[in-house]
């Protein structure tokens, strides 16, 4: 009797922002997959960028998952998570001062904080991580990082010598800022900053020019932060103002690097590194990655360029898998893409396609594994 080779296929997609988790993604792809071929043998490798997801990606990948709680951007405590592996963790700055919690939804551009997410490195520190991998999207504050430096211990003081509130406009009026109370697990500990952004701290290309009026900045706003993380810079580390990537999560990327001495990496190659994902496409057939829209921003920098770059220097192939894909065919084949299956061109009616995603999915799952 003659035994069907087995083929292996990796599956890393990012979320499909709205719809689906990265592993739901993944999961509706296999099970097209195998109905198919069902002697193919399916990895699910959930990934993401930096972003919200980067966590539970990690979570997917075996990683221990630790809950704890901590402010979000405007005070309200809520329910957090990072990932752990050893001594390594991964931190995600949208789960905890992010967008996504701020009570109702409610923007607030100069008084939103980091604070949250040092309470959260904090836990990390002291729980013997050493190697710890921040991931800066989804941003809600343009502070600096400087909530995040209090919450480590450090201070941001006025003339007077006393404590400046949280949030960016606040820091207009610091006068000095005392690291001695630096949390000690610091200077033993490597920081990594993932993120698909290369913005300076200041200017027509910084923090809150370019990011701070989707946080709910007028005009007006933008004129008082700018000066704020101007004279942030000037107290914390001039030098890193222009650093790119500094500008990142509202200028967190500033702070890390002048305070916590990280280094900035593209979020999808932290990703892929920390997830061993050479290895994982050893003697793989095919790569499936994607994200809910394959479009010109998704060539600088984000999840399923990287994946496919990886794969190429593999000698993998890979395909694309979008809610909607906005690429030509020779955009896809620079890419690194064979090509792109789309939810859209089985369903083009945008709520149907969003409600039956796991379908869709399921069926381009079959359609993949036609062709293996």
Not at 116 to 145: K, R, Y
Request: overall charge negative.
């Amino acid at each position: 009797m003659t035994r069907t080779p087995t083929r292996r296929v990796i599956l890393a997609p990012d979320k499909f922002k709205g719809s689906l988790t990265a592993a739901e993604v993944a999961a509706a792809l296999a099970t097209g997959i195998t109905r198919v071929a069902p002697h193919s043998d399916v990895r699910r490798v959930p990934i993401a960028d930096g972003g919200d997801g980067t966590v539970e990606a990690f979570v997917a990948a075996g990683w221990r998952k630790v809950e704890l709680t901590a402010p979000g951007p405007t005070g309200v405590d809520g329910v957090t998570s990072y990932a752990v592996l050893g001594t390594k963790a991964v931190v995600e700055l949208a789960s905890v001062v992010g967008a996504q919690r701020l009570p109702e939804g409610a923007l607030d551009a100069l008084g939103a904080s980091t604070f949250g997410l040092g309470v959260v490195l904090a836990h990390a520190l002291e729980h013997g991580c050493t190697d710890i991998v921040l991931g800066l999207g989804g941003s809600s504050s343009t502070d600096g990082g400087a909530g995040m430096v209090r919450a480590l211990g450090g201070r941001v003081l006025d003339m007077e010598g006393r404590d400046l509130p949280g949030g960016g406009a606040a820091l207009v009026d610091a006068a000095a800022v005392d690291l001695t109370g630096l949390h000690p697990a610091i200077a033993a500990a490597r920081f990594t900053l993932a993120c698909d952004v290369d913005n300076p701290l200041l200017g027509l290309s910084g923090a809150t020019a370019i990011y701070a009026p989707q946080k709910g900045a007028t005009s007006t706003d933008l004129e008082l932060l700018e000066r704020a993380l101007t004279n942030w810079a000037r107290l914390v580390g001039p030098e890193y103002a222009d650093a790119p990537g500094a500008g990142a999560a509202g200028g967190t990327g500033f702070g890390a690097m002048a305070v916590l001495g990280a280094r900035m990496r593209s979020g999808i190659e932290a990703i892929l590194e920390l997830l061993d994902f050479p290895t994982l496409l050893a003697g793989a057939e095919l790569v499936v990655t994607g994200e809910g829209s394959l479009d010109a921003q998704s060539l600088h920098g984000k999840a399923p360029v990287g994946v496919s770059k990886a794969a190429r220097s593999a000698g993998v192939a890979a395909v694309a898998v979008a809610g909607r894909c906005l690429l030509g065919p020779n955009e896809l084949r620079d890419a690194g893409f064979r090509t792109c299956h789309s939810l859209a061109d089985l369903e083009p009616d945008l709520a149907r396609s969003i409600a039956e995603a796991p379908a869709l999915l399921e069926r381009i799952g079959e359609r993949i594994a036609d062709k293996l």
